[in-house]
C-alpha cells in the first residue's frame, strides 16, 4: 500500500462518522434492564411500591448501591474545552466525543455512562455542578478539560467527593502508555530504568505519563519533557513563576539530570522512547528529528485524528516500534484500552479513588496480556477486541484498591473474575441481540 493509499484509509473514518452520526441520532439510549410483565409491576418499580428502597436508603444510605444502578453508573464530565486534537470547540460541539466514551464504556467495560456536558469554563463552577450531581453516579470520568484547569479539577473532587474521581487524559493515558513502554522496550531489548525518555507535549497526559514513569521505575533524570518554547530545565525561568501551572515547573527540577537545553531535536538526541502528546499532525514531529534517536527507538505519537508523524515517515528513518492513538494502524495507545477495564474494577469493589498505584496495576496487567499472547514490534499492547485485557485489568485494579485499603467491599480474586466477566460478555451479547433482530440497524455505506 502506497502513502497516497495510506492516507486515503487514514480519512475513511471521518467520511463514515458524517454519515453514521445522523443516520443513529446518537450512540447510546436508556432502555430498561428490569422485567415488566404487566402494568401491575409498575407498583413494585414506582409508586406506591419504591417507598419502601427510598426508606430503606434514608435509614442506610450505602444502600443505594443495591437498590439502584449507582453501584454501576458514572458521568463522563466534560466542558469541552480540549477536545480530541481539535482544541477548545465547548460542550455542544464535545457531546459526540463524550457520547462515543459512554459507548466504549458500557460494549468493553459493561459499566453505564451517560455524557455529562457542563458549560462552565470556571473551574469553580465546573467543580460545584459535579458534586451537586454526584449522588447520581459511582464515578466520575473527567475529559476534554483544558490544562491547568484539569489538574485543580481533579484534585479538588477526589478530595471532595466519597466516589471514584478519574481524568482520562491524565490517568487513563498514562496507564496505557506506560504498558505500551514496557512492552515496547522489551522488544527492543532495553529496561525502563535505563531507558532515555522523551515526552514531547507538556499536558495533561504528558505530565501525568511522567510522573507515573517516574513511579514505575524510569530514571527522573532520563526523563527529558519539551513544551512549545523548548525543554523543561532548572533554568527555565518562564516556569518558575508560571504560577498556573505549577506541576511544570515541578517536573523541570526533577527530571533532565543532563540540562538538555533547546527544541524537540535537541530532547530528541539518543532517546529510547518518544511519546508525544502534542499538536495534531503531520509534521509536528519530522522524520529526521526521530533519525537522531538511540537504535531501535520506541515512538508513540499519539495525537488525535492525526498523529504528530505518520507510521511510513518513522520507518523511513529506522523506527521499528511504532504507535498511534488510532485504531487504524497497528500499535494503538489508547486510552480505550484502559479505562473500561480499570472502572469495571473500580467500581466492582466499590473503591473510593482510584489511587496512582491502582493505574500502574492496570499498566502491568495490559502489559502482561500482551505478553502472555507473544510481543511483536505490531503488536505491544492488546486490542479492543480481546476481551481478557478488560477482564485481567479489572481484577487487577480491584485487587489493589483492596491492598491500599481504599475499597468499600472484600471479593476474593475468582468472584472479582466472574463479575467481570459476566458483565462485559452481557453487554456485548445484548449490543449483537439488538442489531440480529434488528433494533439497532444497518448504517448507511460510504467509500
Given amino acids: 500500500m502506497d502513502e497516497k493509499e495510506l492516507l486515503e484509509r487514514a480519512k475513511r473514518p471521518g467520511k463514515a462518522a458524517m454519515a453514521w452520526h445522523p443516520f443513529y441520532r446518537g450512540k447510546m439510549e436508556v432502555i430498561p434492564k428490569c422485567r415488566v410483565r404487566d402494568f401491575s409491576d409498575f407498583g413494585v418499580w414506582y409508586t406506591p411500591g ?69 458549560d462552565a469554563k470556571d473551574p469553580e463552577r465546573f467543580i460545584d455542578t459535579v458534586k451537586a450531581v454526584a449522588p447520581t453516579f459511582g464515578g466520575i ?119 538538555v537545553a533547546g527544541d524537540i531535536a535537541a530532547a530528541l538526541k539518543g532517546a529510547d522512547v518518544l511519546v508525544s502528546a502534542s499538536k495534531p499532525g503531520p509534521g509536528t514531529i519530522k522524520k529526521e528529528w526521530l533519525g537522531g534517536m538511540a537504535h531501535n527507538p520506541v515512538v508513540f505519537a499519539e495525537a488525535n485524528p492525526v498523529p504528530e508523524t505518520w507510521p511510513w515517515e518513522a520507518k523511513e528513518v529506522g523506527v521499528r516500534i511504532f504507535g498511534t492513538g488510532r485504531s487504524d ?53 492488546p486490542t479492543m477486541d480481546e476481551i481478557s485485557v478488560f477482564i485481567n485489568t479489572a481484577v487487577a485494579v480491584a485487587e489493589k484498591a483492596m491492598e491500599q485499603g481504599v475499597a468499600g467491599l472484600k471479593r476474593s480474586r475468582q468472584d472479582l473474575r466472574e463479575t467481570a466477566e459476566f458483565l462485559i460478555t452481557t453487554s456485548r451479547e445484548k449490543t449483537n441481540l439488538m442489531m440480529d433482530n434488528g433494533f439497532i440497524l444497518e448504517p448507511p455505506e460510504t467509500d
Fill in 50 to 118: 419504591v417507598a419502601e428502597p427510598c426508606n430503606d436508603i434514608a435509614a442506610h444510605p450505602e444502600r443505594v448501591f443495591e437498590h439502584t444502578n449507582r453501584w454501576n453508573y458514572i458521568a463522563v464530565a466534560s466542558n469541552g474545552t480540549r477536545v480530541l486534537g481539535l482544541g477548545d470547540i465547548g460542550p455542544l460541539a464535545g457531546y459526540p466525543v463524550m457520547e462515543g466514551k459512554a459507548l466504549l464504556f458500557k460494549y468493553l467495560g459493561g459499566v453505564d455512562s451517560t455524557a455529562l456536558m457542563i
Fill in 141 to 259: 470520568n473527567l475529559e476534554d478539560i483544558r490544562t491547568p484547569d484539569c489538574f485543580y479539577i481533579l484534585d479538588r473532587l477526589r478530595k471532595e467527593l466519597d466516589i471514584p474521581v478519574w481524568h482520562d487524559d491524565q490517568q487513563g493515558t498514562a496507564a496505557i502508555t506506560l504498558a505500551g513502554i514496557i512492552n515496547g522496550l522489551k522488544v527492543a531489548g532495553k529496561r525502563l530504568p535505563e531507558a532515555r525518555i522523551t515526552l514531547v507535549g507538556a499536558g495533561a497526559a504528558n505530565i501525568c505519563l511522567a510522573l507515573t514513569l517516574m513511579k514505575a521505575g524510569a530514571s527522573p533524570g532520563k526523563i527529558v519533557i519539551a513544551d512549545s518554547k523548548g525543554t523543561l530545565h532548572s533554568g527555565r525561568k518562564d516556569l518558575e513563576t508560571d504560577k498556573k501551572n505549577p506541576k511544570k515547573w515541578e517536573l523541570a527540577q526533577k527530571t533532565n539530570s543532563e540540562g
Fill in 329 to 381: 494502524f497497528p500499535n494503538q495507545v489508547n486510552n480505550s484500552i484502559g479505562f473500561p477495564g480499570i472502572f469495571r474494577g473500580t467500581l466492582d469493589v466499590r473503591a473510593s479513588t482510584i489511587t496512582d498505584e491502582m493505574h500502574i496495576a492496570a499498566a502491568h496487567s495490559i502489559a502482561k496480556t500482551a505478553e502472555e499472547k507473544g510481543l511483536r514490534e505490531d503488536y505491544l499492547v
